[in-house]
């Protein structure tokens, strides 16, 4: 799966996932509003039972040109054909259980935003190899990451600055939108300023694909 994007790409691929689920139907403004300050282009991972959740702010994400919409799975399960587990969470058991897992949300993110997303990134970022090929097989681009910036919504605001700040051009960089008491936007709106004195160039990951 891509852990990066292709080399010599001068920019930053900023991606945020929306996860859904007990205590993730929330969403952070304060994401959005740094985002849309500072005219940055960004890719959110939306998992199905967070659109459930969030149809309108669903459709305004897709709407907002500075952002494109990839998916983050139905239940938020690791991508697996043996069952194999992430930070607690069972994984997919066969080829069956992964193509639902993808295509459930698939259908669910096309019916909300009017477009077929391009990127998939499973729940908690774990891939297998055979469920990684399914992925592709069925038309969409595994996504992982490089630099991990939030712990998952778990770093006060002040290590989500320094994290990003240490994204370098051709990163991948996870962070997460759904968690309103995090410290994800307060350290994205401090990163932001400084990350553009640096002339740090963002894109939405179709502007710069995976390999």
Not at 42 to 50: G, K, V
Not at 92 to 116: K, N, P, S, W
Not at 175 to 191: C, F, K, M, P, Q
Request: charged fraction near 15%; glycine fraction near 12%; aromatic fraction near 8%.
């Amino acid at each position: 799966m891509a852990l990066g994007l292709p080399i010599g790409t001068p920019a930053i691929a900023l991606t945020f996932d929306c996860c859904g689920g007990p205590g993730g139907d929330g969403f952070d403004r304060s994401v959005l509003s740094a985002l849309v300050r500072h005219e940055v282009a960004a890719t959110f991972f939306l998992n199905a039972r967070w659109v459930r959740s969030n149809p309108a702010l669903t459709r305004n994400l897709a709407a907002n040109p500075l952002f494109e919409i990839a998916n983050h799975g139905t239940a938020h399960l690791p991508l697996s054909v043996t069952g194999r587990s992430a930070y607690g969470i069972g994984g997919t058991t066969d080829a069956g259980t992964v193509y639902d897992e993808i295509m459930g949300a698939q259908t669910e993110l096309a019916a909300a935003t009017g477009r077929v997303p391009r990127f998939f990134r499973s729940g908690t970022a774990h891939y297998d190899d055979v469920a990684a090929g399914i992925c592709r097989a069925l038309g969409l681009v595994p996504v992982n990451f490089t630099v991990n910036a939030d712990g998952g919504a778990t770093y006060p605001a002040a290590t989500v600055a320094s994290e990003l700040l240490y994204a370098r051009p051709g990163s991948i960089v996870i962070a997460h939108a759904n968690r309103a008491e995090s410290g994800t936007g307060a350290g994205l709106a401090t990163a932001l300023p400084r990350m553009a004195e640096q002339g740090t160039a963002f894109v939405r990951l179709s502007e710069a694909p995976p390999q």
